[in-house]
């Protein structure tokens, strides 16, 4: 059972980093590609930034290219999402995702505030 656990989450001022991770367990952690979502108040979730089982290949949603990076520690079952020059319009609850053919998993999600 995919089992993923966010956290790092919490109010930062613009122009602010941020470094969530996402613990796995209950599964393979290396044989999943993996990913960050976001939700802000009153949108549809949407992709962050994806990376395959071995880091190999990596995707940007275009709002976080440049800004986000994510990466992973497979030996430590763990996804993360450095974020820095952090917006308002990033204020969001962002969550991890894994997939890995019919399985798929997400946390319970972690909020990110970017607020003067």
């Known amino acids: 059972q995919v089992q993923l656990v966010e956290s790092g989450g919490g109010l930062v001022q613009p122009g602010g980093s941020l470094r969530l991770s996402c613990a796995g367990s209950?599964?393979?952690?290396?044989?999943?590609?993996m990913s960050w979502y976001r939700q802000a108040p009153g949108k549809e979730r949407e992709l962050v930034a994806d990376i395959s089982s071995t880091g190999g290949t990596i995707n940007y949603a275009d709002s976080a290219q440049g800004r986000f990076t994510i990466s992973r520690d497979n030996a430590k079952n763990t996804l993360y999402l450095q974020m820095n020059s952090l917006k308002p319009e990033d204020t969001a609850v962002y969550y991890c995702?894994?997939?890995?053919?019919?399985?798929?998993?997400w946390g319970q999600g972690t909020q990110v505030t970017v607020s003067s």
């Open positions: 995702y894994a997939a890995r053919g019919v399985v798929r998993g």
């Open positions: 209950g599964f393979v952690f290396s044989w999943y590609a």
